[in-house]
């Protein structure tokens, strides 16, 4: 059978389909971002920025840029009615208490019980850069991963255990991939959807580790 | 009579000694306090240890501050940019120091500082390169009601240097947008805090009800030229 990979946009669309009305989502710097262009009509979802904004809207029109009001990549964006202005502590506060509902991030490597890496690959002479990842990673109430499933080189970024430096451990709820998605629970991975055509046998011998069936029949 | 305005950004700045550990405000183009960055490194304080999100952008700024070799270390999230050459250059030829901090670990740490708490456990990082000491040991963690925590020591300033965009003879501050950030939790965490704003408000003309800053954490204010507050330093889209 033959499949086709989810494009950043479809992989976008599928993440923000499971978005819920009223959830209150951080959206990680990068591919992440795509998730707002995907949002579903007709429900409401507040933004978190980790700058300090709650009610974060899209990118202003050139020439409208206000370089006070910026997001987490310090590109500019805009502020929706209801939207506030918070300082850091209160940011990460937010976060860490568990009041965000959603964080979707990107990832390096995921591990099938939810360990994730995805701030630095431990390179040597690297400098390294962490930001606000390892705060996001354990702090929201659900810890998404947006990623491809493969590298380049089609090795799988799912893994039994994290090669490079940990962000945060066992965090990770869901992985949302080009070609699956997939729950990591404490006993390991479980399938929740694949592209039209791959089969899960064909997806477990693509990641190498074994995927429990759908918890209720996709 | 109270009267925190100071006349100049080098009257602020008198007194910012050499060793002096320097809390500077900002992320990205929000809230980072440029003349006051200019007026420090007019100042001369050598052997410095800075406090900020970034490890400076392109050439101006904490950049420059860092360029002039007076900045022993710098404490932060995220020092690696696009443009962080600067930070880059010191830090691969061993002449700074470098202390990575969570983002998040970093705000409640100087909150910290500012609010008496003499340590704290905190979810983030644990199990991670960062839950670690400068010298490879691990740092101590607990379990608490089943969750691991590492514990986490507060950053104390000597000065903090703020950007907010209006201000009082007392003291009181209120910030703009996004250029919030750092400013309030560093004006709290410093033995002097100075801030640079826009706009000198009478007594009283500020609504207290949107005081951010109250003046008590803060030692001076001085106004600064309004400039239009654009990307400097930061590549579109980066």
Redesign the interface.
């Known amino acids: 059978m033959s499949y086709t990979r989810r494009t950043k946009d479809a992989l976008a669309k599928r993440v923000a389909q499971d978005i819920h009305d009223g959830a209150y989502v951080n959206l990680g710097i990068g591919q992440p971002t795509l998730v707002a262009n995907h949002l579903p009509p007709g429900i409401e979802v507040i933004l978190h920025?980790?700058?300090?904004?709650l009610g974060m809207g899209p990118a202003p029109a050139s020439g409208q840029?206000?370089?006070?009001?910026?997001n987490a990549?310090?590109?500019p964006v805009s502020?929706l009615p209801g939207g506030a202005?918070?300082?850091?502590?209160d940011?990460?506060?937010m976060?860490?208490g568990g009041h965000l509902d959603i964080c979707v991030l990107g990832a390096f490597q995921v591990s099938a019980t939810g360990d994730l890496a995805n701030w630095?690959t431990g390179e040597p002479?690297?400098?390294?850069?962490?930001?606000?990842?390892?705060?996001l990673a354990?702090?929201a109430k659900q810890t998404w991963v947006m990623m491809d499933l493969l590298t380049k080189q089609g090795t799988s970024k799912v893994v039994p255990q994290c090669s490079y430096?940990?962000?945060?451990?066992g965090c990770v709820k869901r992985i949302y991939s080009d070609l699956a998605t997939l729950e990591c629970t404490p006993q390991g991975l479980r399938l929740i959807d694949t592209v039209e055509g791959l089969s899960l046998d064909e997806l477990q011998r693509l990641v190498g580790l074994p995927i429990a069936a759908p918890a209720t029949p996709a | 009579m109270i009267n925190k305005i100071a006349s100049s950004v080098a009257e602020a700045l008198h007194g910012v000694r050499d060793g002096a550990t320097v809390l500077i405000g900002g992320?990205?183009?929000?809230?980072i306090p440029n003349e006051l960055i200019a007026g420090l490194i007019e100042q001369g304080a050598r052997e410095l240890t800075v406090v900020n999100n970034n490890a400076g952008n392109g050439e101006h700024g904490l950049a420059a501050l860092l360029k002039t070799g007076r900045v022993r270390k710098i404490i932060c999230?995220?020092?690696?940019?696009a443009d962080?050459q600067v930070?880059?250059g010191l830090?691969?030829s061993k002449q700074i120091e470098?202390e990575?901090?969570?983002?998040?670990?970093l705000?409640?740490r100087?909150?910290a500082a500012g609010a008496g708490i003499g340590a704290f456990f905190?979810?983030?990082?644990?199990?991670?390169?960062?839950a670690k000491n400068a010298d490879g040991s691990p740092k101590e963690t607990r379990v608490i009601d089943g969750r691991p925590y590492v514990l986490e020591y507060p950053i104390h300033g000597d000065v903090a240097l703020i950007k907010a965009e209006r201000g009082d003879r007392w003291g009181n501050l209120v910030?703009?947008?996004?250029?919030?950030?750092?400013?309030?939790?560093m004006a709290t965490a410093a033995k002097r805090c100075i801030a640079s704003v826009f706009d000198i408000a009478e007594l009283g003309a500020l609504d207290p009800e949107t005081i951010?800053t109250p003046g008590i954490h803060v030692s001076a204010v001085v106004k600064i030229a309004r400039v239009a507050?654009?990307?400097g330093g930061?590549k579109e889209?980066?």
Do not use: C, W
């Open positions: 920025s980790e700058n300090g904004i840029e206000d370089y006070d009001l910026i990549g310090k590109q502020l202005f918070f300082h850091h502590a940011s990460f506060a976060m860490r630095s002479g690297s400098i390294p850069a962490v930001g606000g990842a390892m705060d354990i702090g430096p940990l962000t945060g451990i | 992320f990205g183009t929000a809230g999230s995220f020092p690696r940019q962080s930070f880059d830090y691969r470098l990575l901090v969570p983002q998040g670990n705000a409640e100087l909150r905190t979810p983030t990082g644990y199990g991670t390169e960062l910030y703009r947008k996004a250029a919030r950030n750092f400013g309030p939790v951010v507050t654009q990307a930061f889209a980066a």
